[in-house]
């Protein structure tokens, strides 16, 4: 069974006939091409999957697409603004906040939404909310460094 | 000496794409006419196979091919031992092998029809335990494992699969000389090495017949000669291609479901991806030995040690395939001597077959076992002879001309520094609260060896190209490369560029693992650089007057013709004299209500090279330490009966970004290492050590000692009951 979603991704609109059993993820990676969200343990534990579901953090891999139907997601492939990297993309890059990047567009998407709510928190502000974002490279010392940077870089 | 280049704290800049999502690992490669494989596995440990129904799911809609072992040539794979089936054929041996495998139009589509699959099975009898696997009249899991390519030759028991020896001296007479002789037995828990991407791969046939693979694979020329022998095709026909991969930590080098696709892209006519699942790759990845380990050391009435005698035996659980020595063994299984000089050794390390998943390298193979049962050993040897266990390692540490239990002689031995640093740093000698404990253990590193091509060359712009074939599995070797590139040849690190290339381009490599490419493409790198200044040189010097840019020089050499670029292939075959110390301390508290251990602090001292970028040297020291962490207090994939109970990352507990502690990191610069500039190696240096210095802190803090990993809070919560009730000691000790 199939049904025509319309989802604005990154800013674009897109309409999707999807399976009713796609997941948020597969659609994303499979039917519009953006591969940057990843699939790690595939059960909503890991965060390599995160977006934005209407500026709220979600794990795409345990959400149906059709969930999504008329709604906003950003994506890491969302992020950068004309060309020029987020100020928490360039802070993962500087403090050496990710090591093989297979868990980075989760860690980023959710450090954005992280800044977005709190613009300047705490160690443990940061650890509470990064919580549900594994890292197996970094040991997430450099992680906590890197979103430490990204706030003092935004702050105006 | 001073570097421009070498040694700044540069970020990770050849990973910009990591962070925009735009790097494309194997998973996300697509081509025209993509389909997805899937396998069926084994639902039961040991068991015939009577019977295969495909047909209900050869006729689901969207289905293109289901291939049994009949369908496939009689081959088996491996990396060093071959004894592993493609696809079952007559008898699985673990829950978890697989038995048919699909090709349909989505992956939604395939695991409808693996579901679709009906199999009749007969149980046999199996075993779990590597203990009782090599009993006499234990069920034998393969009629004649010798008979296996590659297969080592000695052989106690059919279910062993290797024998890895080490000797020093004469352990009996060795033992005879102690006055004091201790015994202990540990065990260590079977551990995924928790990349987060699982194995992926795609196989595609082009149109003159060549076999396109893309995978997450370290070793891609190794994978060549593996792919022509599983598929039966001449390596040539065969182009790896290289991906960033999500993490390897070791577990990343087989062949994996790599001959399924190219046999279902065969069947199909179309290019096949093939993504394990996460529950596929803790069920059948190829995860960290579990290991039985005994001790016994004899030590003098000075608390020298005189002999010692090590006996392992790794579940390596149903096939052997996965392991890459020439032993088919684990070479970490040479830590049993530890630090130490030990003038009397013998270590014997067993391979065993059981019906559990088979088990694989793991970042430091087979050394967090073994590190965790010698150094917690060692203190418990120190506290009956009531010594501090610092100073027991103190007497009994390696020192220049000692000799390693693999026969290697060591030179600027930095064991007692590094020790005494890690004590400094972490108040070793401080008064501690109740129920608060340190503990220290020690391990030590090879540098790693190999070969490496590298290749550089002048662009008529003025910049450099350095081409390699090394996987990017996420250390950023890369940077390190660029950086030794621009180093030699004096130019700004964004004026050179790294090209990573196909097994096409180069004629082989020993690819990313065993701590080796800061050294061997490192030095690869440097001796390409070199010949490219000298013939910079040659070339500015021809054209008379002074060259006023590379460009020009560049530019110049084009016009007649030749392109200046240079090619080195590095060869390191044996390790060196050097080796790299590491010592940490852990300081715990431990609830008494709870047993709960909760680390407060931890100190890792690190005796190294040239650091090339600290950043990244750094970044393997936190993660390697949070990974030992893991290992310490929660990581265990579970099995009841050879059925994996932690079929979630989630079960399987790894460390969380909550679960880290204070970390104080201490290193010794000693540039004497065999790498470029003089680095040594760090890939490894932090993770084997965490373990025992945990359980030597819980030791201190509370005196339950946990004998087995992961130390959770029941353990000790129960050691400290038991404590309560028997306070005679329980630890095996006998006077010779």
């Given at each position: 069974m199939?049904?025509?979603i319309?989802?604005?991704?990154?800013?674009?609109?897109?309409d999707?006939?999807v399976?009713?059993?796609?997941?948020?993820?597969?659609?994303?990676?499979?039917?519009?091409?953006?591969?940057?969200s990843?699939?790690?343990?595939?059960?909503?534990?890991?965060?390599?999957?995160?977006v934005?579901?209407?500026?709220?953090?979600?794990?795409?891999?345990?959400?149906?697409?059709?969930?999504?139907?008329?709604?906003?997601?950003?994506?890491?492939?969302g992020?950068a603004?004309?060309?020029?990297?987020?100020?928490?993309?360039?802070?993962?890059?500087d403090?050496?906040?990710f090591?093989?990047?297979i868990?980075?567009?989760?860690?980023?998407?959710?450090?954005?939404?992280?800044l977005?709510?709190?613009?300047?928190?705490?160690?443990?502000?940061?650890?509470?909310?990064?919580?549900g974002?594994?890292?197996?490279?970094?040991?997430?010392?450099k992680?906590?460094?890197?979103?430490?940077a990204?706030?003092?870089?935004?702050r105006? | 000496?001073?570097h421009?280049?070498?040694g700044?704290?540069?970020?990770?800049?050849?990973?910009?794409?990591?962070v925009?999502?735009?790097?494309r690992?194997?998973?996300d490669?697509?081509?025209?006419?993509?389909?997805?494989?899937?396998t069926?596995?084994?639902?039961?440990?040991?068991?015939?196979?009577?019977r295969?129904?495909?047909?209900?799911?050869?006729?689901?809609?969207?289905?293109l091919a289901?291939?049994?072992?009949?369908?496939?040539?009689?081959?088996l794979?491996?990396?060093?031992m071959?004894?592993m089936?493609?696809?079952?054929?007559?008898?699985?041996?673990?829950?978890?092998?697989?038995?048919?495998?699909?090709a349909?139009?989505?992956?939604?589509?395939?695991?409808?029809?693996?579901?679709?699959?009906?199999?009749?099975?007969?149980?046999?009898?199996?075993?779990f335990?590597?203990v009782?696997?090599?009993?006499?009249?234990?069920?034998?899991?393969?009629?004649?494992?010798?008979?296996?390519e590659?297969?080592?030759?000695?052989?106690?028991?059919p279910?062993?699969?290797?024998?890895?020896?080490?000797?020093?001296?004469?352990?009996?007479?060795?033992?005879?000389?102690?006055?004091?002789?201790?015994?202990?037995?540990?065990?260590t828990?079977?551990?995924?090495?928790?990349?987060?991407?699982?194995h992926?791969g795609?196989?595609a046939?082009?149109?003159?017949?060549?076999?396109?693979?893309?995978?997450?694979?370290?070793?891609?020329?190794?994978?060549?000669?593996?792919?022509?022998?599983?598929?039966?095709?001449?390596p040539?026909?065969?182009?790896v291609?290289?991906t960033?991969?999500?993490?390897?930590?070791?577990?990343?080098?087989?062949?994996?479901d790599?001959?399924?696709?190219y046999?279902l892209?065969?069947?199909?006519g179309?290019?096949?991806?093939m993504?394990?699942?996460y529950?596929?790759e803790?069920?059948?990845?190829?995860?960290r030995?579990?290991a039985?380990?005994?001790?016994?050391?004899?030590?003098d009435?000075?608390?020298?040690?005189?002999?010692?005698?090590?006996?392992?035996l790794?579940?390596?659980?149903?096939?052997?395939?996965?392991?890459?020595?020439?032993s088919?063994?684990?070479?970490g299984?040479?830590m049993g001597?530890?630090?130490y000089?030990?003038?009397?050794?013998?270590?014997?390390?067993?391979?065993?077959?059981s019906?559990?998943?088979?088990c694989g390298h793991?970042?430091?193979p087979?050394?967090?076992?073994?590190?965790?049962?010698?150094?917690?050993?060692?203190d418990?040897?120190?506290?009956?002879l009531?010594l501090?266990?610092?100073?027991?390692?103190?007497?009994n540490?390696?020192r220049d001309?000692?000799?390693?239990?693999?026969?290697?002689?060591?030179?600027?031995?930095?064991?007692g520094d590094?020790?005494?640093?890690?004590?400094k740093?972490?108040?070793?000698?401080?008064?501690?609260?109740?129920?608060?404990?340190?503990?220290?253990?020690?391990?030590?590193?090879?540098?790693?060896?190999?070969?490496?091509?590298a290749?550089?060359?002048?662009?008529?712009?003025?910049?450099?190209?350095?081409?390699?074939?090394?996987?990017?599995?996420?250390?950023?070797?890369?940077?390190?490369?660029?950086?030794?590139?621009?180093?030699?040849?004096?130019?700004?690190?964004?004026?050179?560029?790294?090209?990573?290339?196909?097994?096409?381009d180069?004629?082989?490599d020993?690819?990313?693992?065993?701590?080796?490419?800061t050294?061997?493409?490192?030095?690869?790198?440097?001796?390409?650089?070199?010949?490219?200044?000298?013939q910079?040189g040659?070339?500015?010097a021809?054209?008379?007057?002074p060259?006023?840019?590379?460009?020009?020089?560049?530019?110049?050499?084009?016009?007649?013709?030749?392109?200046?670029?240079?090619?080195h292939?590095?060869d390191?075959?044996?390790?060196?004299?050097v080796?790299?110390?590491?010592?940490?301390v852990?300081?715990?508290?431990?609830?008494?209500?709870?047993?709960?251990?909760?680390v407060?602090?931890?100190?890792?001292a690190?005796?190294?090279?040239?650091?090339?970028?600290?950043i990244?040297h750094q970044?393997?020291?936190?993660?390697?330490?949070?990974?030992?962490?893991?290992?310490?207090?929660m990581e265990?994939?579970?099995?009841?009966d050879?059925?994996?109970?932690?079929?979630?990352?989630?079960?399987?507990?790894?460390?969380?970004?909550?679960?880290?502690?204070?970390?104080?990191?201490?290193?010794?610069e000693?540039?004497v290492?065999?790498?470029?500039?003089?680095?040594?190696?760090?890939?490894?240096?932090?993770?084997?050590?965490?373990?025992?210095?945990?359980?030597?802190a819980?030791?201190?803090?509370?005196?339950?000692?946990?004998?087995?990993?992961?130390?959770?809070a029941e353990?000790?919560?129960?050691?400290?009951?038991?404590?309560?009730k028997?306070?005679?000691?329980?630890?095996k000790?006998?006077?010779?």
């Amino acid at each position: 069974m199939t049904r025509v979603i319309r989802l604005t991704v990154n800013g674009t609109s897109h309409d999707v006939e999807v399976p009713t059993y796609r997941t948020l993820l597969d659609c994303l990676r499979y039917d519009l091409g953006l591969t940057g969200s990843k699939e790690g343990c595939g059960v909503g534990v890991c965060g390599a999957c995160t977006v934005l579901l209407d500026g709220k953090m979600i794990s795409s891999c345990i959400a149906l697409a059709v969930f999504a139907d008329g709604r906003a997601v950003t994506t890491v492939e969302g992020l950068a603004e004309d060309e020029r990297l987020h100020p928490v993309q360039q802070a993962f890059v500087d403090s050496g906040g990710f090591q093989c990047g297979i868990c980075t567009p989760g860690q980023v998407v959710s450090a954005k939404a992280l800044l977005d709510a709190i613009p300047n928190p705490s160690d443990a502000e940061t650890r509470e909310w990064m919580l549900g974002n594994l890292c197996r490279c970094t040991g997430y010392y450099k992680i906590i460094e890197s979103i430490r940077a990204a706030a003092q870089r935004s702050r105006p | 000496m001073a570097h421009r280049v070498v040694g700044k704290p540069i970020g990770r800049l050849d990973g910009i794409e990591k962070v925009s999502g735009e790097a494309r690992y194997s998973g996300d490669v697509t081509l025209p006419g993509l389909v997805w494989g899937k396998t069926l596995r084994s639902p039961l440990p040991h068991a015939r196979i009577l019977r295969i129904d495909t047909s209900r799911a050869k006729a689901l809609a969207g289905v293109l091919a289901v291939l049994t072992a009949q369908d496939l040539p009689n081959i088996l794979v491996g990396r060093r031992m071959f004894d592993m089936p493609l696809l079952a054929r007559d008898r699985v041996r673990f829950i978890g092998e697989r038995v048919a495998a699909v090709a349909a139009l989505d992956p939604d589509i395939a695991e409808e029809a693996l579901a679709l699959i009906d199999v009749e099975y007969e149980d046999l009898p199996a075993v779990f335990d590597p203990v009782e696997a090599i009993k006499v009249g234990a069920p034998v899991l393969h009629d004649d494992p010798g008979a296996y390519e590659g297969a080592p030759p000695e052989r106690p028991h059919p279910n062993v699969q290797s024998v890895l020896r080490f000797k020093l001296g004469d352990v009996e007479a060795g033992f005879r000389e102690a006055d004091r002789v201790f015994e202990h037995t540990f065990r260590t828990q079977l551990a995924h090495q928790g990349y987060l991407e699982p194995h992926a791969g795609v196989v595609a046939i082009d149109e003159d017949g060549r076999v396109q693979v893309w995978a997450s694979n370290k070793m891609p020329f190794r994978l060549k000669e593996l792919l022509s022998l599983a598929l039966q095709l001449p390596p040539a026909q065969i182009r790896v291609n290289l991906t960033p991969i999500g993490g390897d930590f070791g577990g990343k080098g087989s062949v994996m479901d790599l001959p399924l696709a190219y046999h279902l892209a065969r069947a199909t006519g179309r290019p096949v991806k093939m993504i394990m699942r996460y529950t596929e790759e803790l069920m059948a990845g190829n995860p960290r030995h579990p290991a039985v380990i005994t001790l016994r050391t004899g030590v003098d009435k000075d608390g020298r040690i005189v002999a010692r005698r090590v006996r392992a035996l790794f579940n390596s659980g149903a096939y052997a395939a996965f392991k890459p020595a020439p032993s088919v063994n684990l070479g970490g299984a040479g830590m049993g001597a530890g630090v130490y000089r030990i003038p009397h050794l013998l270590i014997e390390s067993f391979c065993v077959y059981s019906n559990n998943i088979p088990c694989g390298h793991a970042r430091s193979p087979g050394e967090p076992q073994m590190v965790f049962a010698g150094e917690s050993h060692m203190d418990m040897i120190a506290r009956e002879l009531s010594l501090d266990p610092a100073e027991l390692r103190r007497r009994n540490l390696l020192r220049d001309g000692d000799v390693l239990a693999n026969g290697h002689h060591l030179e600027h031995v930095r064991a007692g520094d590094t020790l005494e640093a890690a004590l400094k740093a972490s108040n070793w000698s401080e008064p501690k609260g109740p129920w608060i404990g340190r503990g220290a253990a020690m391990t030590h590193r090879h540098i790693g060896v190999g070969f490496t091509n590298a290749r550089v060359r002048l662009e008529t712009d003025g910049t450099v190209t350095l081409s390699v074939a090394l996987p990017d599995t996420g250390t950023g070797a890369h940077l390190v490369l660029r950086q030794v590139v621009a180093e030699v040849l004096g130019l700004p690190l964004d004026e050179v560029e790294i090209e990573v290339v196909t097994t096409d381009d180069f004629t082989t490599d020993s690819g990313v693992g065993g701590s080796r490419v800061t050294h061997t493409g490192g030095r690869a790198a440097y001796h390409a650089a070199e010949n490219l200044r000298e013939q910079i040189g040659a070339e500015a010097a021809r054209l008379g007057a002074p060259a006023t840019s590379l460009a020009a020089i560049a530019q110049a050499a084009a016009r007649a013709g030749r392109t200046l670029e240079a090619t080195h292939f590095y060869d390191a075959k044996a390790h060196g004299t050097v080796t790299s110390f590491t010592a940490q301390v852990a300081e715990v508290s431990v609830d008494p209500q709870t047993g709960q251990v909760t680390v407060r602090r931890f100190t890792t001292a690190h005796d190294v090279g040239t650091i090339i970028n600290p950043i990244g040297h750094q970044g393997q020291i936190e993660g390697g330490f949070v990974q030992g962490l893991g290992y310490a207090l929660m990581e265990e994939v579970k099995t009841e009966d050879g059925r994996i109970s932690t079929l979630s990352l989630g079960d399987v507990k790894l460390p969380t970004i909550q679960d880290i502690p204070p970390l104080t990191t201490v290193i010794l610069e000693d540039p004497v290492g065999p790498g470029p500039f003089n680095a040594k190696a760090i890939g490894e240096g932090s993770i084997s050590a965490v373990a025992p210095a945990i359980a030597n802190a819980v030791a201190d803090a509370c005196g339950a000692r946990i004998l087995d990993l992961p130390i959770t809070a029941e353990k000790v919560y129960f050691a400290l009951r038991a404590k309560a009730k028997a306070p005679a000691p329980s630890l095996k000790e006998r006077r010779s």
